[in-house]
T-cell receptor
Framework: AQKVTQAQTEISVVEKEDVTLDCVYETRDTTYYLFWYKQPPSGELVFLIRRNSFDEQNEISGRYSWNFQKSTSSFNFTITASQVVDSAVYFCALSDNSNSGYALNFGKGTSLLVTP | DAGVTQSPTHLIKTRGQQVTLRCSPKSGHDTVSWYQQALGQGPQFIFQYYEEEERQRGNFPDRFSGHQFPNYSSELNVNALLLGDSALYLC???????????FGPGTRLTVL
């Protein structure tokens, strides 16, 4: 069975600080996909990144970076030099071969508050 | 290029009533998934439609049903509403064989 754990419920930082959001996953499949989504107060989930299980390369996109480590079943997300606009709820999600339709299994989310 | 659209934005119903939510996928996408997000929780997968058929279903009762039309738009129906059905209902679309899902703004359902 799939499971995604985001142990951090809420994080509060001051603008320009770096912050890391943790994600730990469980799956029995060797082929799977990991995602991060951002949900601002408006409610719409915004896609940030997808990684497949065969690609452990870390990725950087502007101030965002992702660290995928299969050995620890983690897919952590770091925001460098945080900004007020980064305030949102961030969800980690998993999709594996246990379903043909690639349904997303989400964690409970981490609420990030960035204050000026 | 319009993204995923959903209607209505907000809805208030009473227990026992029935509700229909609508979703239009992003252009070029033929697969539609529905998720329920209770307050303070992550979205929970309800079901997915592809080629007008329900391809996969999550752990939701039969009171939750859906439909996909030839133009790929979709409806989510919930019968015999319960207070616990109050949530944000999110629609997501994706192209064939591609599991990156794009979400709409959601419909906020309140059951009184």
């Amino acid at each position: 069975a799939q499971k995604v754990t985001q142990a951090q419920t809420e994080i509060s930082v001051v603008e320009k600080e770096d912050v890391t959001l943790d994600c730990v996953y469980e799956t029995r499949d060797t082929t799977y996909y990991l995602f991060w989504y951002k949900q601002p107060p408006s409610g719409e989930l915004v896609f940030l990144i997808r990684r497949n299980s065969f690609d452990e390369q870390n990725e950087i996109s502007g101030r965002y970076s992702w660290n995928f480590q299969k050995s620890t079943s983690s897919f952590n997300f770091t925001i460098t030099a945080s900004q007020v606009v980064d305030s949102a709820v961030y969800f980690c999600a998993l999709s594996d071969n246990s379903n043909s339709g690639y349904a997303l299994n989400f964690g409970k989310g981490t609420s990030l508050l960035v204050t000026p | 290029d319009a993204g995923v659209t959903q209607s209505p934005t907000h809805l208030i119903k009473t227990r026992g009533q029935q509700v229909t939510l609508r979703c239009s996928p992003k252009s070029g996408h033929d697969t539609v998934s529905w998720y329920q997000q209770a307050l303070g929780q992550g979205p929970q997968f309800i079901f997915q439609y592809y080629e007008e058929e329900e391809r996969q279903r999550g752990n939701f009762p039969d009171r939750f049903s859906g439909h996909q039309f030839p133009n790929y738009s979709s409806e989510l129906n919930v019968n015999a509403l319960l207070l616990g059905d109050s949530a944000l209902y999110l629609c997501a679309s994706s192209p064939t064989g591609y599991n990156e899902q794009f979400f709409g703004p959601g419909t906020r359902l309140t059951v009184l």
